[in-house]
């Protein structure tokens, strides 16, 4: 008997029509659904006729889960894997159940289409010849700083995802990390009714956010424009030395040494929050 094939099917993001038809009819084709949210994936099943048991694949049962579904694979069925919404696998679970299909001979088939990050950076109009996908930042706020610390320097675009209840903080830190006139674009709600693409500054996106409670509301993609000329990367590495070095030495001894190991401008470091 031969084996069945691993299907990773594309959803929609928001708008159902967004699904494509070579999607619908591997749906349709295949004897099970490994789903992240079933109620949530139920629904838009229902909404094109699609009926087909659905197993509930997350983050914490993925592991377990893995070898039960590769032996159904092996066992002649084909199955298809979906996130809650856009591509899965992207910020969501499932490499675990590839990786084990792949290992056991199994054929992964993609089924292409929404992505919110792509389809972000498509209207963003910043430079996305060459960029970085940072997904989710962490959730709390001296994690989330150092980890855009490390990436101040960075070049290329960076896109992140962001919830509604962080966005506005997240916009905070991220000004104290790359600077307030880092040119970035903030996509809210992408192919939903209340769609938003707003481009700026950091400190312009941050203070429209703060004004306004329907910006604050929502799934969000960031784009932030990466460190552009050697000044800027100076600048950006400077504050992230700083931002090593301000918890152990008083704020002037580390604004000099980050200065005199990055060449960035000291006066542009010294002041800087401690704990950014």
């Known amino acids: 008997m031969s084996a069945g094939t691993l299907f990773i099917v594309a959803t929609p ?8 038809p070579r999607a619908l009819d ?3 084709g295949v004897a099970a ?3 992240e949210d079933t109620r949530r994936s139920g629904q838009l ?9 659905l197993v509930a694949l997350h983050e914490h049962n993925e592991d377990a889960l893995s070898q039960r579904i ?3 694979l092996l066992a002649g069925e084909s199955l298809a894997l979906v ?4 591509t899965p696998l992207v910020s969501d679970p499932g490499y675990r159940v590839v990786r084990a299909a792949r290992a056991a001979g199994v054929k992964v088939s993609p089924i292409p289409g929404a992505c919110a990050a792509i389809a972000a950076l498509s209207v963003a109009g910043l430079p996305s010849d060459r960029f970085v996908f940072e997904g989710f930042l962490p959730a709390k706020s001296s994690a989330r700083r150092e980890q855009l610390q490390l990436l101040a320097g960075e ?4 896109v992140f995802y962001e919830s509604s209840h962080r966005i506005a903080e997240s916009l905070a830190d991220m000004r104290i990390a790359f600077g307030d006139d880092r040119p970035a674009v903030l996509a809210r709600e992408l192919t939903k009714l209340f769609e938003t693409v707003l481009d700026g500054t950091l400190a312009g996106l941050h203070a429209r956010v703060e004004a306004d409670d329907n910006q604050r509301k929502g799934e969000f993609v960031v784009i932030v424009q990466g460190a552009g000329d050697d000044s800027d990367a100076q600048l950006a590495e400077g504050r992230r030395v700083y931002a090593m070095l301000s918890p152990h030495l008083p704020p002037s001894t ?3 040494l980050a200065a005199d190991i990055t060449g960035a401008p000291r006066k542009s470091l010294y002041g800087m929050k401690a704990d950014a």
């Open 155 to 158: 070049t290329r675009s960076l």
């Open 26 to 28: 591997t749906l349709r």
């Open 33 to 35: 659904i490994c789903a």
């Open 254 to 256: 580390a604004a000099r």
């Open 83 to 86: 996130s809650d919404a856009g």
């Open 70 to 72: 590769v032996e159904r």
């Open 45 to 53: 099943l229902s909404h094109f006729g699609v009926e087909k048991p």
């Open 13 to 20: 993001i928001g708008n159902l029509a967004d699904l494509s």
